[in-house]
């Protein structure tokens, strides 16, 4: 059965520091994977993308990839009261898919922000 | 540029009665997504439509669920008749999926409460 597995939390992390977010799928064919930011009642929006080994940086937020290791994580630097939130790892698991399959989720990581 | 929207926000209905939900994709976006997220549960993939077409519908739970988008512009998903653990959000997410590119954006969800 596809997976994605995520440490559900809550991690506490204070203010200004570096949060690092985990994520292990368990296909070896995964080839687009995502993180999500869902803040309580909302919806998930999408803070990044990855879709090859090695790192990928967009303001305060790094996306790492190992393929070989069938693992990807969020790093926030910086961390802010604001970034308290449940952040998803999402999966392309599709086999021969071209990218644009359905994902599959883990149950998200609850980030807690300490002032 | 609008981004997905979906009606209603909010639906209560009893056990045996028929819901329709409805999302409008952002602008443009060919591919559309239906998930669902279940209290305590991740959130699930349901179908996935290219243009009118649907590519994917391994996710749908059984034939009380139908789900169309005639003209390939906005779609509907049918529960009837709705059961008790057909409660939960049901959220749609579109895609311009070309170039290599395949983020899903999100819509901010219908929250459905059969009784």
């Known amino acids: 059965q596809k997976e994605v597995e995520q440490n559900s939390g809550p991690l506490s992390v204070p203010e200004g520091a570096i949060a690092s977010l985990n994520c292990t799928y368990s296909?070896?064919?995964?080839?687009?994977f995502f993180w999500y930011r869902q803040y309580s009642g909302k919806s998930p929006e999408l803070i990044m993308s990855i879709y090859s080994n090695g790192d990928k940086e967009d303001g305060r937020f790094t996306a790492q990839l190992n393929k070989a290791s069938q693992y990807v994580s969020l790093l926030i630097r910086d961390s802010q009261p604001s970034d308290s939130a449940t952040y998803l790892c999402a999966v392309n698991m599709e086999e021969g898919g071209g990218g644009a399959d359905g994902l599959t989720f883990g149950k998200g990581t609850h980030l807690i922000i300490q002032p | 540029e609008a981004g997905v929207t979906q009606f209603p926000s909010h639906s209560v209905i009893e056990k045996g009665q028929t819901v329709t939900l409805r999302c409008d994709p952002i602008?443009?976006?060919?591919?559309l997504y239906w998930y669902r997220r279940v209290m305590g549960k991740e959130i699930k993939f349901l179908l996935h439509?290219?243009?009118?077409?649907?590519?994917?519908e391994s996710g749908m739970p059984n034939n009380r669920f139908l789900a169309e988008r005639t003209g390939g512009t906005y779609s509907t998903l049918k529960v009837q008749p709705a059961e008790l653990e057909d409660s939960g959000v049901y959220f749609c997410?579109?895609?311009?999926?070309?170039?290599?590119?395949?983020?899903?954006?999100f819509g901010p969800g219908t929250r459905l409460t059969v009784t």
């Open positions: 439509f290219v243009k009118e077409s649907k590519q994917d």
């Open positions: 602008s443009g976006h060919d591919n």
């Open positions: 997410a579109s895609s311009h999926a070309t170039g290599g590119f395949y983020e899903q954006y």
């Open positions: 296909d070896r064919v995964s080839q687009s």
